[in-house]
């Protein structure tokens, strides 16, 4: 799998935290940090899922086709507004 570094910059009681647990797991502080975030963009996901289904259940959804229409539309001299 192919890798890329990224950096943040953290406050110095988070970064303790992770090398704490680290150390206790017998982890690399990157395998620490790498967990964390999976699992924070699965919750983030879930959540903005409920949203939109709460937002479909409430009726606020744009028409299929006033959306195909405004995509048609781009790129011509005269694009519709954004459907809302």
Same mark, same amino acid.
């Given at each position: 799998?192919?890798? /890329? %570094?990224?950096?943040?910059? #953290? ?6 935290? #992770? ?13 620490? #940090?790498?967990?964390?975030?999976s699992a924070w963009v699965e919750e983030e996901r879930q959540r903005l ?6 937002? %479909?259940?409430?009726?606020? %959804?744009?028409?299929?086709?006033? %959306? ?9 001299? /005269?694009?519709?507004? #954004?459907?809302?």
């Amino acid at each position: 799998m192919d890798t /890329k %570094v990224i950096t943040a910059h #953290v406050p110095l009681p988070l970064a303790e935290k #992770v090398d704490q647990l680290a150390a206790r797991l017998e982890r690399p502080r990157g395998w620490i #940090v790498k967990q964390a975030l999976s699992a924070w963009v699965e919750e983030e996901r879930q959540r903005l899922t409920l949203e939109a289904l709460a937002d %479909v259940d409430a009726g606020r %959804v744009i028409d299929h086709q006033a %959306v195909q229409a405004w995509a048609e539309s781009l790129g011509t001299e /005269k694009p519709l507004p #954004v459907p809302r």
